[in-house]
T-cell receptor, first 111, second 117 residues
Framework: QKEVEQNSGPLSVPEGAIASLNCTYS??????FFWYRQYSGKSPELIMS????GDKEDGRFTAQLNKASQYVSLLIRDSQPSDSATYLC???????????FGAGTRLFVKA | GAVVSQHPSRVICKSGTSVKIECRSL??????MFWYRQFPKKSLMLMAT?????????EQGVEKDKFLINHASLTLSTLTVTSAHPEDSSFYIC?????????????FGPGTRLTVT
C-alpha cells in the first residue's frame, strides 16, 4: 500500500473554475503536509504547507487537512492555464522523519 | 528566500565516465539535503538523504558505491555518478530542508538532466 495516494489524473478544468486536488495518507501520526507544483521538465516548487486541521489560505490556493480522515486537499480558485502542472502531495512520515511524496496529479486548465 | 541552486543543469557524458552534480542552499543553512531522480512522466524517487558531516543514508536498491554523496558543509552537497551508463540517464534533483520557517519543508534545486551516451 502506497503511503501517500493521489489520483494521477489528468484533471481537466475550464479557466476560472475551482480545481480540487485530493490526497490520502496512511501514517496516522503524520503532522506535516505539503503541496508542491511541478511543471513539465522542471523541479518541484513548494506551494503550501499545512500542519493543523482545517483550512489554510494563500492567495488563490487553499489547503485543507482532515487528520481524522487522513485526507489533504488543495483547492485552486480562478484556475488559470498557467496552473497546468503536476501537483505533488507530501506527508512527513513520523517513522524516521522522512517526507513521503505522492505520485502527483496532473492538472490541465483549459483556456 | 530558500533558494537552492544546482549545477550543471544539463550534462552529456560518455559511458564509463563520472559526473559530479553540485547542490547549494544559497540563503539558508540546510541541515539535511536529499537527492532524487525522476524518469519522464514518473514520480520522484528518493535516492539518498545526506546530513552535513555524516554518511548519507541510501534508499533500498540505490548503490552507494555508484552514487557517491558528499555533504561537506551546511550549504553544499554533491552527487557523483561513477562509471555512468546509459541507464543512469535521468533527471536528478536535489532538495534542501531548512530555511527561515523549517518544519521539514523541502526546497528543490532546478535539477540536472544527465544523458549518458
Amino acid at each position: 500500500q502506497k503511503e501517500v495516494e493521489q489520483n494521477s489524473g489528468p484533471l481537466s478544468v475550464p479557466e476560472g473554475a475551482i480545481a480540487s486536488l485530493n490526497c490520502t495518507y496512511s501514517d496516522r501520526g503524520s503532522q506535516s503536509f505539503f503541496w508542491y507544483r511541478q511543471y513539465s521538465g522542471k523541479s518541484p516548487e513548494l506551494i503550501m504547507s499545512i500542519y493543523s486541521n482545517g483550512d489554510k489560505e494563500d492567495g488563490r490556493f487553499t489547503a485543507q487537512l482532515n487528520k481524522a480522515s487522513q485526507y489533504v486537499s488543495l483547492l485552486i480558485r480562478d484556475s488559470q492555464p498557467s496552473d497546468s502542472a503536476t501537483y505533488l502531495c507530501a506527508a512527513l512520515n513520523t517513522g524516521g522523519f522522512k517526507t513521503i511524496f505522492g505520485a502527483g496529479t496532473r492538472l490541465f486548465v483549459k483556456a | 528566500g530558500a533558494v537552492v541552486s544546482q549545477h550543471p543543469s544539463r550534462v552529456i557524458c560518455k559511458s564509463g565516465t563520472s559526473v559530479k552534480i553540485e547542490c547549494r542552499s544559497l540563503d539558508f543553512q540546510a541541515t539535511t539535503m536529499f537527492w532524487y531522480r525522476q524518469f519522464p512522466k514518473k514520480s520522484l524517487m528518493l535516492m539518498a538523504t545526506s546530513n552535513e558531516g555524516s554518511k548519507a543514508t541510501y534508499e533500498q536498491g540505490v548503490e552507494k558505491d555508484k552514487f557517491l554523496i558528499n555533504h561537506a558543509s551546511l550549504t553544499l552537497s554533491t552527487l557523483t555518478v561513477t562509471s555512468a551508463h546509459p541507464e543512469d540517464s535521468s533527471f536528478y534533483i536535489c532538495s534542501a530542508e531548512g530555511g527561515a520557517e523549517s518544519s521539514y519543508e523541502q526546497y528543490f534545486g532546478p535539477g540536472t538532466r544527465l544523458t549518458v551516451t
